[in-house]
């Protein structure tokens, strides 16, 4: 599939080629991590459920994991079975499939063993990198790829961006008017790409306290191999410390190797990770989804 193209936004606010090297390499401590509440606020669920054991559940329509998934952050009283119990309660009656976003401490690994002993299956693997905004060299311009920033996405931002995701943005709608709803929660700008008037990429920046969140990167496939997405990637960093960010994040699944090739020549280091487990469906299948 491909998403439909649209005629540029006029405020056009820089136009630019990107060329290795010009970023600095910059360290983040591996301690350092923005961690999954900052995470969340980055990328708000449209409904928030919090159980009677204090985890959070994401309701979103089912569109993304990260806006339709729980996460445990803290024991519960009533223990790790129960709490689990809850979670799936709270899906079934919002008739979408169970999912829990697991990290690697000690609770996590308690809820992952609930999980795994429940039949849930691994999803998707996912990276969280970041680095700090210091040391960040402008964004080159006089190329032939122009940027423009918006809080809201335009309807050709949001269609690149379901293409992306697998989920058709033709449905009357629904599914286009879901996605905003998700990606304007929070603080939020959306940098578009464009070529000869085309839409040929996408990001999305947010912001949290100090923390700045990329997300969203998605570049025309005939468009890829052109340093379009190492611009863009470039000039969201540039947007979040514009806007008050000390540090930026990003989460890249495991094995899309070409996108982490990319942060790390752009000095993302990784700092954290985690797994979605899901429940499988009541013949014993799970559902197909994207992150």
Not at 2 to 12: E, I, L, W
Request: overall charge neutral.
């Amino acid at each position: 599939m491909s998403a439909r193209d649209g005629g540029a936004p006029a405020s056009t606010v820089s136009r630019g080629t990107v060329s290795r090297g010009t970023v600095s390499r910059a360290k983040v401590p591996t301690a350092l991590a923005p961690g999954v509440e900052v995470e969340m606020a980055c990328w708000p669920p449209l409904r928030r459920v919090v159980t009677t054991q204090g985890w959070w559940v994401g309701l979103s329509g089912g569109l993304t994991k990260r806006a339709n998934s729980a996460v445990a952050l803290q024991v519960p009283d009533g223990g790790v079975p129960s709490a689990v119990d809850e979670v799936e309660t709270h899906y079934a009656a919002a008739g979408l499939p169970a999912v829990m976003r697991v990290g690697h401490d000690g609770l996590q690994d308690e809820v992952r063993g609930e999980l795994d002993g429940r039949g849930w299956a691994e999803r998707a693997v996912t990276a969280v990198l970041a680095r700090p905004l210091d040391g960040l060299t402008a964004t080159p311009g006089g190329g032939a790829v122009r940027t423009s920033l918006a809080r809201e996405p335009d309807d050709a931002w949001l269609d690149l961006h379901l293409d992306v995701k697998g989920a058709d943005a033709r449905d009357g709608g629904a599914r286009r008017a879901l996605a905003r709803a998700i990606l304007t929660g929070g603080e939020a700008w959306h940098l578009a790409a464009y070529e000869d008037d085309a839409l040929v990429g996408i990001i999305r920046v947010a912001r949290a306290g100090r923390w700045g969140a990329l997300s969203c990167l998605a570049v025309r496939p005939e468009h890829r191999r052109r340093g379009t997405g190492r611009l863009l990637t470039l000039r969201g960093l540039e947007v979040a410390r514009e806007h008050g960010a000390s540090h930026a994040f990003l989460q890249v699944e495991e094995h899309n190797t070409g996108a982490a090739a990319l942060y790390a020549d752009l000095g993302f280091v990784r700092v954290d990770g985690y797994s979605y487990l899901e429940r499988p469906t009541a013949d014993g299948t799970v559902p197909a989804g994207s992150c």
